[in-house]
Every structure is written in structure tokens, then in C-alpha cells.
């Protein structure tokens, strides 16, 4: 998607959601973006996967409006975390302790809240990796 409602480039997938293991990757990176992250987390495939990467305790990494999928799953529960300031609400709804910061780092989990902040969150990636 370019933005929230326009369709842009489409890339072929290499491994479908649902034949996806947690173990043959080192990090899962959520996409922000409304329509993205509100179709991920009606996803069963994609919540198991989610929940497999936290059982693993491997970096999950998710920006703007992907931490959906963790109030979906139960996964935001307890968790410090960050997102796109419409979904603060729904955050602590699922009972993380949300904060307006550009990165929070709460054991595996890496949030940021917009693109505006991709230059720290892409950073926060890079040295989750290299440990």
C-alpha cells in the first residue's frame, strides 16, 4: 500500500503466512499502515506465527499500527510499549503500559509509533540482530 488506501507495488510472496516457522527466521517485523495491520490481526496464521516468535523469546519488532495483532493475541498484556497514537487506547485496553516515545524496548519487543520515527526503529532492529 502507498500510504493507507492506495494500492502500489505487488512483490511475490516467498513464503506464505501459514507455512512460515518461527524458527528458520531471526526477527519478525510487523508493518504499520491501518489496512495492513487491522488485516494482519484478523489473521489466525499470522497471530500463531506472532505467538511463536514470543514463545521462542525472538525479536518482534512492530510500528504505528501493527501492535494490533498483540492486543489481539493477549501478547500486549504486561508489555511496555509504543504505537500509533489512535490506538493508544486500545493498548491499554489490552493492558500494556503504553508510552509516547519514538522506541520502547520491553525485552524482545521493539515499537515505534510512526514512519517519523523509522530512523531510530531501524536502528533498534539492526542491534536486536547483532546480538
Keep these: 500500500m502507498e500510504g493507507d488506501w492506495e494500492h502500489a507495488e505487488v512483490f511475490d510472496v516467498d513464503v506464505p503466512v501459514a507455512d512460515a516457522n518461527a524458527d528458520d527466521y531471526d526477527m519478525l517485523v510487523l508493518p504499520g499502515g491501518t489496512l495492513n495491520a487491522d ?33 489481539q493475541t493477549g501478547l500486549a498484556k504486561g508489555r511496555k510499549l509504543t504505537s500509533y497514537e489512535s ?44 546480538k
Excluded: Y
Excluded at 60 to 69: D, F, G, K, L
Excluded at 96 to 123: H, K, Q
Design 39 to 71: 488485516s494482519l490481526r484478523l489473521d489466525a496464521d499470522a497471530s500463531k506465527l506472532v505467538e511463536a516468535f514470543f514463545a521462542a523469546d525472538k525479536p518482534v519488532a512492530a510500528i504505528c499500527h501493527a501492535p494490533w495483532i498483540l492486543a
Design 87 to 130: 490506538i493508544k487506547v486500545d493498548m491499554q485496553n489490552a493492558g500494556a503500559a503504553w508510552e509516547d516515545s519514538e522506541l520502547v524496548v520491553d525485552g524482545n519487543l521493539i515499537t515505534s509509533r510512526n514512519p517519523g520515527d523509522l530512523e531510530v526503529f531501524n536502528a533498534a532492529l539492526i542491534e536486536a540482530l547483532s
